[in-house]
Nanobody
Framework: QVQLVESGGGLVQPGGSLRLSCAAS????????MGWYRQTPGKQRELVAR??????TTYADSVKGRFSISRDNGKNTYLQMDSLSPEDTAVYYC?????????WGQGTQVTVSS
């Protein structure tokens, strides 16, 4: 099992940047994949970005070139978000896939508004 805690959300103006962090309860190298998802009211949770154990990254088309997922050598995964737009407003969730099971953090709100 793994516990995940997100941080770094908040209010930002259009065009601004935020960096989300996800702290896992175990070392990242023991987890198959780490990812960030987001959800807005009335919509399904959608993939934003993933990073596999080997380092391969995947991005949603809507964030390519603006967002970047990374991890450190410890227990942390990050999502750097640049050129934010109001359409990026959502609750962002950290996800870990471990042995075929999905684990989720509690989510962090990102609001892009002037």
């Amino acid at each position: 099992q793994v516990q995940l805690v997100e941080s770094g959300g908040g209010l930002v103006q259009p065009g601004g940047s935020l960096r989300l962090s996800c702290a896992a309860s175990r070392y990242i190298f023991t987890i198959d994949d780490m990812g960030w998802y987001r959800q807005t009211p009335g919509k399904q949770r959608e993939l934003v970005a993933r990073i596999a154990r080997g380092g391969t990254t995947t991005y949603a088309d809507s964030v390519k070139g603006r967002f970047s997922i990374s991890r450190d050598n410890g227990k942390n995964t990050y999502l750097q978000m640049d050129s934010l737009s109001p359409e990026d407003t959502a609750v962002y969730y950290c996800n870990a896939n471990l042995g075929g099971n999905d684990y989720w953090g509690q989510g962090t709100q990102v609001t892009v508004s002037s």
